[in-house]
């Protein structure tokens, strides 16, 4: 069973974080919420979720993929965030899975992970002070070796159900699609 990590800052996007962690977790994944410290975390649009942990609780354990979710300010702090950028280079390092959304690809580019990648993200959520040697499409959802980013809330569910495709496969995918009535 795959093991994702979701770190979540406080202005994070609840539409992006909640959709792909639900599915994850449909499809029998082992997914950890990690605040950036012990209290629970709000929102862009003001909810309030309790992680199941803090990170640097979680700061030696290995993952499958670290799924980082946008919204503002939410993605400056992961951005921001010595412990988060620390799992980020560590994943890349070991060639595993890293997923990032919306404003998110801010903390990739942050941790200089980024370099000959192909990637998407909100529109205006980077720019060329921001580039240090990637490509930004305006594709729904870019794979580009271990890195998927995807460009905002209307593409969450396209990008859990890819996320679910490549730490599983394409039958587990179609059976999570059809369980929520999903073409």
Known sequence: MAKVLVPLA????????????????????????AGLNDQPVRASRLNVLIPDTSIDKVINDQFDLIFLPGGLPGADHLRDNTQVQQLIKQQHSQNKNIAAICAAPKALAAAGILNGKKITCYPGALDQTDNNGFDISTEAIEIDGNITTSRGPGTAMDLALKLIEQLGNRQL???????????
């Open 10 to 33: 406080d202005g994070f996007e609840e539409l992006e974080a909640i959709t792909v962690i639900d599915l994850l977790r449909r499809a029998g994944f082992e997914v950890i919420t």
């Open 173 to 183: 995918r179609d059976t999570v699609a059809a369980q929520m009535v999903r073409d």
